[in-house]
């Protein structure tokens, strides 16, 4: 519906988590060959483009997120060709591929990082470490000596996985230096010195690297915390790993400089090649400064994905961002599920007896640090409203990102022994976070295997629940109620129906309707010659009678608007 060249405005991306997806190897991890063999599900599925989560090699010690050299393929992934193989693959079914890059730190395996190590820095309090190793291997690394003679870190900079975000080197005989490094995930993850000017090369030079593989976009992983504030001051107060706090290493304005270089990058290639920022930056007015027309052209909608089930504060949500937006002449990229978050159908399942159901889950969204994840829920309903959503997410102006196995409507695990776990959140704090392992269980297919089809029946590196037998996508796809074919439907008639493209950065594109409280519902004005498009999603509690007129497009569950009645936690698209 768009010029070519501005795909990305309105493209559906699907989220592919390597580890999870598909295992041709049948070691028990995911691989390359295992996505490839979806290709034809993909193209099915009637997507735009995919993102492929880290494929680089690493020890894993963050899924993935902790890249020892981003120009190659992790062994257990596949190889250089595999990965070759899967951008022609997905090029061959029309669907473009983003990959993701890891700017803000490295993995402590990285060679640059090993050669630092072989380097301990002085012991002399005297050499200002940026002075004395300007020109050596830790200028590309912050490294700050410790406070009280070398016995405590530099400041009081919390790592977003638990505990100091700061860890001591050690000399080569293994004894305390005084001097630490920066790690703002975890201690395996140093932060890169993004003022030092081979760091910043060498990035370019691997964006050009996979453009020139066909790559079509990249996902920048933080990109709201590559700089950091001159002279480390302390957080001022400490909110226990809220992004929306003022700490001194988010969404600096030196970064912006950075994103100008990439673009720059991304704009010497044709056909247009694109980034998707992932920032946790609020307000949304912060958030468009990274999409200015000289930097990233898409960015995620976190607040989106955070809503609570309240349709007062969606419709808030959605206006300010689409308005925060229209200033940057972006598009808003909707996101609901992602491999960092609790699964929607569990996070908007109300906790059973919980009078604070809605208010108590909507926290549970930053790491799935604040889920009482032993509550017991209503996931039935967790699940209509996921449908819902999903289906409210593609009615909306802009593009839309779709998380591997949210179109099955998976639920969050929890039935995973401590011993399995493997998200460092879980393993810094002695289990206090139980972390994103939940979300990134290995994919249900069919149930030829004891592994759901993910492979010919190796153990899965996260086990898999028995209650997913009912929900692989074989059984679904001979259902037309079910998750799979929703969303097939939706983004069927999303492609065909030309009200739900166009000039996505416009508020003009969405008009909204007052209907009545809990009742959230808004029109995409005719264009192109076909009808508009009204999306209604009811949020509340009781069933509601609408009175629009209009033919009945899709509704998110079998009797879910009989008769003119829109039944709760349901979503109906209508013609306008
Ligand atoms: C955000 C990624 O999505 C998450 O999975 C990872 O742990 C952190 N960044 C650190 O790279």
Known sequence: MLRAKDWWREAVVYQIYPRSYADASNDGIGDIPGIRSKVPYLKTLGIDAVWLSPHYPSPMLDAGYDVSNYRDVEPIFGKLEDIEGLIKDLHNAGLK???????????????????????????????????????????????????????????NWESVFGGPAWHEVKDLAGKPTGWWYLHIFDKSQPDLDWDNQEVRADFRQTLRF???KGIDGFRIDVAHGIAKADAYPDCPELVDG???????????????????????VADEFEPQRVFVA???????????????????????NFPFLKCPWDAEKLRETIDMSMTANAIAQAPTTWVLENHDVWRAAT??????????????????????????WKAQRDLEIGLSRARANLMT?????????????????????????????????????????????????????????????????????????????????????????STLSLTRTALKLRKELPALGGLTDDVAALVWDEVAPGVLSFVRPARLGGSAVRCVMNMGKQAQKLSFAGEVLLVSEEHGFDNGLLSPDCAVWLTA
């Open 347 to 372: 996070r908007y399942a109300p906790v059973i007896g919980s009078a604070e159901e809605i208010e108590s889950n909507a926290r549970q969204m930053n790491l799935g640090r604040d889920g009482d």
């Open 242 to 264: 809220d992004p929306t706090n003022k700490n001194p290493y988010w969404d600096q304005d030196a970064l912006h400089d950075v994103w100008r270089e990439w673009r720059k």
């Open 393 to 481: 997410m593609l009615a909306l102006p802009g593009s839309a990102y779709i998380y591997q196995g949210q179109e099955l409507g998976l639920n969050e695990v929890f039935e995973i022994p401590a011993e399995m776990r493997q998200d460092p959140s879980f393993i810094t704090t002695g289990g206090k976070l139980v972390g994103r392992d939940g979300c990134r269980v290995p994919i249900p297919w069919d149930n030829t295997t004891e592994t759901f089809g993910f492979n010919s029946g190796t153990p899965t590196w996260l086990p898999q629940p028995e209650s997913w037998k009912k929900l692989t996508a074989a059984e679904q796809e001979s259902d037309q109620n």
């Open 210 to 212: 996979w453009f020139e």
């Open 97 to 155: 591929m983003f990959i993701d890059i890891v700017p803000n730190h490295t993995s402590w395996e990285h060679p640059w990082f090993k050669e630092a190590l072989a380097n301990p820095p002085t012991n002399d309090p005297s050499v200002p470490a940026k002075a004395r190793y300007a020109e050596g291997p830790w200028a590309k690394y912050h490294l700050l000596r410790g406070q009280n003679e070398g016995k405590a870190e530099p400041n």
């Open 278 to 300: 992932e920032a946790w930056v609020f307000p949304a007015e912060r958030n468009a400064r990274y999409l200015r027309a000289d930097e990233l052209h898409t960015g995620f």
